[in-house]
């Protein structure tokens, strides 16, 4: 980690640093723990958003980091084919390979910096799963799973699938040079990243240099949240302290502002966060599994549209039994 690097970071267009007369801090609101647990087939995952309060986190819903893991030959690890309505995902890989394919058309391989975004819409199935290559051979494997909610107005969008590869990120830098950004969706300072979003957001993975200080405009309609990927620092302007596998929430404010500590650990040289912000549905939420809905009818009616075939069906398995639908 990290997959996309540039070499002189001063040759990348710069972030503007907020003056401090002129703009608002965020304060950090609460710094929690992912714990760790299994996904899919059973690949190790921290549970980045447990413990955070769902009003902080709104548009989002739900984060796993994958791995950080070393796997030995015949050992990786996927999902099997399951459904999703109501939600997108977004799938980002640091290290490893993975293959993703739906019912819908919707395929690809993403590994080092690529992005799969899935929008699941009305409804389908899809399967993740690293190739066969992969698992003959083992490996590195990094990445995380972001589920963003869609308003009830487009939980029934058509289904889409986006395949997003390193050279298409938007690469930027801090004011001073000791950060490199990587812009995946949304807007920073004027500058675009490359994903289409139903809701609007700004997704980052950001690479601080030891001892470097990042302080980023940040939409003062969107919430914001800062996940440590790997390496130790602080947020905030009353330096909290914060490492791998913990998230922050930020309370209201246009700036944001995170700091690498001067000495990190041998395995992890550098501060690397995800940053998300986004604007809130503030709508409810009725989440269950592999379905994000408004209402308990609705969750209910999506897994008997799931049992009636109605979200797809995947050519092996016409003549099967029930899947079992998963959280993945």
Known sequence: MPAVTVDDLLTLPRVHAPEAHASSDRTVRTITTAPKGYEGEGFPVRRAFAGADLRDLDPFIHLDQMGEVEYAPGEPKGT???????????????????????????????????????????????????????????????????????????????????????????????????????????????????????????????TLEPGAQLRLPWNPAFNALAYVLGGRGTVGTDRRPIEMGQLATFGAGDTLTLSADERQESRAPKMDVLLLGGRPIRETVAWYGPFVMNTREELQQAFDDFQAGKLGRIPALHEGGNMTPDGA
């Open 80 to 206: 099997s084919w399951h459904p999703h309505r109501g939600f997108e995902t977004v799938t980002y890989m640091l290290d490893g390979i993975l293959d993703h394919q739906d019912s819908h058309g919707g395929g690809g391989t993403i590994t080092d910096g690529d992005t799969q975004w899935m929008t699941a819409g009305s409804g389908l199935l899809h399967i993740e799963a690293p190739p066969e290559h992969v698992v003959v051979k083992g490996g590195l494997f990094h990445g995380f799973q972001l589920w963003v909610n869609l308003p009830a107005e487009k939980k029934f969008s058509p289904p889409r699938y986006q395949d997003l590869k390193s050279g298409e990120v938007t690469l930027l830098t801090s004011h001073d040079g000791g950060a490199l950004l990587r812009l995946i969706a949304g807007d920073l300072d004027g500058h675009d990243g490359p994903g289409s979003t139903h809701t609007p957001i700004t997704l980052i993975h950001a």
